[in-house]
């Protein structure tokens, strides 16, 4: 993989930060845009900036070729049935959200989540429950983020529902045994909710192998524009699943029959994409998948886990820092979540990172504060989360490291 040539495709890696090139360590929350997504963007923008499914000339008609042909390269991307499974939403938060309230569950039955999950992958679920008194039960992840795949064979039974679980944490960066989880929750009739943000990006992903029954991906992750997620549901399930919004764009008829409106609704994925989309958002995420896919997402999985394995020994080799997470580079996404006992806090880390060598990090509990509190973490003191995406090389890494030897340094 020509990490050099990569980079020269992301503008603003020439930016000087503070009198430091840019070290962007950050994409596990906002990955950088290519100048390959910027054109396509700026194309739908420049030569046919029309409504797609609605206008019948010539700008509308292309419009609306390059939207479905975006929708087919995502469905490619993780490998639907068909392109149809896919729905377009605004982000990974928003395809959680539809899912748990649109999704039908039986009366006193029960859904299933994890200590691990983003809070978009709990929330919406843990309302659920709580609307229609259902019950929710917690699987405890270990320190390390793993899971004890016998807590998931004892906690899932005949009357569990439903299955939130997160593929790859955005603070341990572990892997969860999908697979296995998918096995033992079918067994028993439940579904399984897949949230793949973290993991769509760095990782090959096939639904159909997974057999998972939803998936959740966020654009923004993965070289795509902003206010652009993905929903893949099996159609089966898509087709019995209620109404998340109505309106334009969701109906083949409206009737007015004997004083009364009849709706006559379309399938999937019209029926839940109401109103005027993000027709460029959508070009932009076809054009990120194109461009990841012309890498090869093994390729990216394997620079990443090289990196990794850097940072982690580099890491270690560190007085006063606490890393987080497994060691083992083959089950975990290219991140690593630490905290620095000489600091006061995890924004006090990345401020200094930024103020002084131009490095970009995370900071703070990731929408995670579950796990935080499991580990002893108030989130007011947070961690750090340094990521690494396709762009990043090893003089990245030995900034980064450079940087936080300072500061340990200045603090000790």
């Not at 982000?91 to 691990?116: C, D």
């Not at 572990?174 to 897949?194: C, F, N, Q, Y």
């Not at 499991?374 to 989130?379: A, E, K, R, S």
């Amino acid at each position: 993989m020509d990490v050099a040539r990569i980079r020269e495709d992301f503008p603003v890696l020439k930016r000087i930060i503070n009198g430091h090139p840019l070290v962007y360590l950050d994409s596990a929350c906002m990955s950088l845009k290519p100048l390959q997504v910027i054109a396509a963007m700026r194309e739908y923008y420049e030569q046919y900036p029309a409504c797609a499914g609605r206008s019948i000339h010539k700008l509308g008609e292309e419009a609306s070729n390059a939207y479905s042909a975006a929708r087919s390269k995502i469905a490619d991307f993780i490998n639907t049935a068909e392109p149809e499974e896919c729905i377009w939403t605004r982000n990974a938060t928003e395809s959680l959200n539809m899912v748990a309230s649109s999704v039908k569950l039986p009366k006193g039955s029960k859904i299933v989540t994890t200590t691990l999950e983003h809070h978009s992958g709990s929330l919406p679920f843990v309302e659920r429950a709580r609307r229609d008194n259902l019950k929710i039960e917690i699987i405890e992840a270990k320190d390390d983020g793993t899971f004890d795949i016998e807590d998931w064979k004892s906690v899932i039974d005949t009357n569990t529902s439903l299955i939130s679980v997160v593929h790859s944490s955005n603070v341990t960066g572990t892997v969860a045994p999908m697979k296995e989880i998918v096995e033992i929750a079918h067994d028993r009739g439940a579904l399984v909710m897949s949230d793949d943000a973290q993991y769509a990006p760095h990782h090959p992903l096939d639904v159909q192998d997974l057999d998972v029954d939803f998936s959740a991906i966020s654009v923004h992750k993965m070289c795509g524009p902003t206010g652009v997620g993905v929903l893949y549901g099996k159609m089966g399930l898509l087709k019995s699943m209620d109404m998340f919004l109505v309106g334009g764009d969701t109906v083949a008829d409206v009737r007015y029959v004997d004083g009364k409106i009849v709706p006559e609704y379309l399938p999937p994925p019209e029926k839940f994409e109401a109103g005027l989309q993000n027709y460029a958002g959508a070009i932009g995420a076809g054009a990120a998948a194109d461009y990841l896919q012309s890498i090869g997402m093994h390729n990216i999985e394997l620079h990443e886990r090289n990196l990794l394995s850097f940072m982690l020994k580099s890491l270690k080799e560190l007085d006063n820092v606490t890393i987080f997470g497994t060691d083992d580079i083959h089950i975990k996404t290219g991140l690593v979540a630490f905290m620095v006992s000489t600091v006061n806090t995890a924004h006090d880390v990345a401020g200094y990172l930024s103020d002084s060598y131009g490095i970009m990090l995370r900071s703070g509990a990731h929408c995670t504060h579950p796990y935080h509190y499991q580990m002893g973490i108030p989130p007011s003191k947070g961690t750090n989360r340094a990521s690494v995406y396709l762009y990043n090389n090893r003089k990245d890494v030995e900034a980064f490291i450079e940087g936080l030897h300072a500061l340990i340094e200045a603090s000790s």
